[in-house]
C-alpha cells in the first residue's frame, strides 16, 4: 500500500532532459552592447543547435546560444542568423512573439520546474517577462529586477526586413537575486543545476520557430517546463585568454560519436576514405593538420549545405544524423588537451622532472633535453590514447628526426645519438653529449641504425599505477593555449 501511494505521488516517469550544457565562469568582464566580442564570450562553448521541431518548409536559419555567470548575473546570448529582420512591437510587455523575438525560460529549482520565469525580447529591444511560480499572486506579466540587455536595433522605432539583413544579437544579464524564491542558492554554487530553455520564434517572412531543448510533438508550447535542457553552472573560471577564433567545445559524447561513425562510413567513404582517413577525391577530415572548419556549427553546414565551387555535395540525411556525423569528426579531432587525464598532474609534473628522467631528452616550456622532441604543446598536438601509447610501447616506426645511430669515424671517435639530417654523402647526428655533429660519410669507418628508440616504453612497469596516472594527467595538460 505504501509502495503504491509513493508512485503515484512521484507521477509518471519524467524522461531525462534531452539537453545538458555546462555553465562558465566568465573570465573576464562582460559589457551588454550586442557585440560579444569580450574574450569571456569568444571561449564559451556554444549550446548544441537549436532544433525546429515543427518544421514544414523554408530556410532552418541557425543561432548560437551561450551562456556564462559571475557573482551577480547570468548572462545569455543568441546570435541568429536572419536574412529577414523585423520588429514592431515597443510596448512593455506586448506581444514581442510575432515579431523576430528570442526567449529564455528558466526554472531555477529542477524539483519544481513548474515555477518557471520568462524572459522575451524582440529585435529592436522591447521585452515581456513573466512569473509563473506556484507563489506568485501579481498579474500575469512580472517586474525583474536590475535586468540590462541590447539588441543589435536597441531602441529603433521599427526594424523592417531590408536586404542586407544578415544576423542579430542579444546580449541578456539577469540578476540572480531575482531568483532567490526558487533557486538553492543565489549565486548559484558548483554543480547547481537548473533547468531552462532557449528559443527562438516569429518574425515576417521565414517565422521559423527553433528551441535549445526540443520540444516533442504533439505539443506545440515553448510553455512546456518538462521539456527543459539541463544547465549545470561550474565554478571553475573559463581558461584565460580564449584566442581568438578558439571556441571550447563540450567533449563529444562518445556513443553520439560511435553513431556518427557508422553513418560517416555508409554515407561519405566514396569520396572521404574509411573512418576519416583520406579518401581518393577528398581530404582526411581527422588528419593532424590546421583544419578549415573546426566549430560544430561549421561542420554542421558544410555537411548540410554542402561546399559551394567543390565536390563536397549537400547531404540529404536528416539533421539529427547529420549532428552525430559532427560529433564523430570532433572525435576524430579531438586531442589529450580537450579532455585531459584524470589525476594528480602537480605530482605528475614531479614525476617528470624527477623519477621519470623526462627532461633528460625532453625540452618543456624552453628547459631540458633535446634528444626527444619538444613536449611543451604535446597535449594540444596528440589524443591521449597516443600519449599513454608513446609512455608504453615502442613505436613501429621511429619518426624521422629521432632515429638512433652509433658510429665510429674513420679517426677512432664513437658517437651515440639520433640522425637530425642525412642524404647520400653527409649526416648530422645530435649526440647523446646534446651536441650537433656534421659528418661526411666517407670519413665513416662503420654506422649502425639502432632498432630501438631511445625513447623507454616501459613506463607502465617503471612507475606505479597511481604514479603513472598522474603523469598523463600532467602531460595532458601541456599546451600553449595555457601558457596564454
Ligand atoms: C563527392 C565527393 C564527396 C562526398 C560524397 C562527401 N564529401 Fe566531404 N568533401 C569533399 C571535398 C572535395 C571536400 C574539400 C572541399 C574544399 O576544398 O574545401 C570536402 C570537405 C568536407 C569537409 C570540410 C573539411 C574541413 O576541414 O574543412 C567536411 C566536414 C566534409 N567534407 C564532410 C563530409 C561528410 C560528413 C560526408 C558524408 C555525409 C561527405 N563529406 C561527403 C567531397 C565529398
Ligand atoms: C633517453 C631519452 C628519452 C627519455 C628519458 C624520455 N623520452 Fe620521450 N621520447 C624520446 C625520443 C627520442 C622520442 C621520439 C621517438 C619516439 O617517439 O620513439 C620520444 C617521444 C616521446 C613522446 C611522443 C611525442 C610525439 O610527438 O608523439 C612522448 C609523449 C614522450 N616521449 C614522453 C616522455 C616522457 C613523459 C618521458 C618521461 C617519463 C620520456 N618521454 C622520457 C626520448 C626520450
Known sequence: ?????????????????????????????????????EPAWRAAAPTSDFVFNWYASGDKEPTEAKLLWD?????????????????????RH?????????????????????NYYTFEINA??????????????GPPTWEPEGVEYRT????????????????????????????????????????????????????????????????????????????????????????????RGFVREPAPNPEEAAAGKALYNANCTMCHGLNGEQGDRAPALGARRNYLRRTSADLFDAVKNGIKGTLMPASPLPDADVHKIVTYIRSLRATAAD??????????ETIFNGKGGCTQCHMLGGRGGLLGPDLTDIAAERKLADLQAALTHPKSIIPR????????????????????????????VLGMDGKLHLLLRSELQQLTYEPESLMPSDFDKKLSKDEFQDLLAFLSRQTRRRAQ
Open 339 to 348: 579532455a585531459p587525464a584524470e589525476g594528480n598532474a602537480a605530482n605528475g
Open 1 to 37: 500500500m505504501t509502495a503504491l501511494v509513493l508512485l503515484l505521488a512521484i507521477g509518471p516517469m519524467r524522461a531525462a532532459p534531452a539537453v545538458e550544457y555546462h555553465i562558465q565562469r566568465a573570465a573576464s568582464p562582460i559589457t551588454i552592447d550586442a557585440k560579444l566580442d
Open 71 to 91: 557573482d551577480d548575473n547570468l548572462y545569455v546570448s543568441w546570435r541568429c542568423s536572419d536574412r529577414h529582420i523585423s520588429a514592431f512591437e515597443r510596448k
Open 152 to 243: 543589435t536595433f536597441h531602441g529603433l522605432a521599427r526594424k523592417d526586413e531590408s536586404a542586407g539583413d544578415k544576423e542579430w544579437i542579444v546580449e541578456l544579464a539577469i540578476p540572480f537575486s531575482n531568483f532567490s524564491r526558487d533557486a538553492a542558492h543565489t549565486p548559484p554554487r558548483d554543480g547547481d543545476e537548473w533547468r531552462l530553455n532557449l528559443t527562438r520564434i516569429g518574425g515576417q517572412t521565414n517565422p521559423q520557430a527553433s528551441t535549445w531543448s526540443p520540444i516533442p510533438p504533439p505539443s506545440r508550447s515553448f510553455h512546456t517546463p518538462e521539456n527543459f535542457g539541463k544547465v549545470v553552472f561550474l565554478a571553475q573560471a573559463q581558461r584565460r585568454g580564449g584566442a
Open 124 to 137: 529592436i529591444g522591447t521585452m515581456l517577462n513573466r512569473c509563473r511560480t506556484d507563489w506568485w499572486t
Open 401 to 428: 628526426g629521432f632515429r638512433p645511430v652509433h658510429l665510429t669515424t674513420l679517426d677512432g671517435r664513437q658517437i651515440r645519438g639520433v640522425v637530425k639530417n642525412e642524404n647520400n654523402f653527409s649526416l648530422q
Open 94 to 114: 506586448g506581444p514581442v512573439s510575432k515579431d523576430d523575438c528570442v526567449e529564455i525560460f528558466l526554472s531555477p529549482n529542477p524539483a519544481k520546474v513548474r
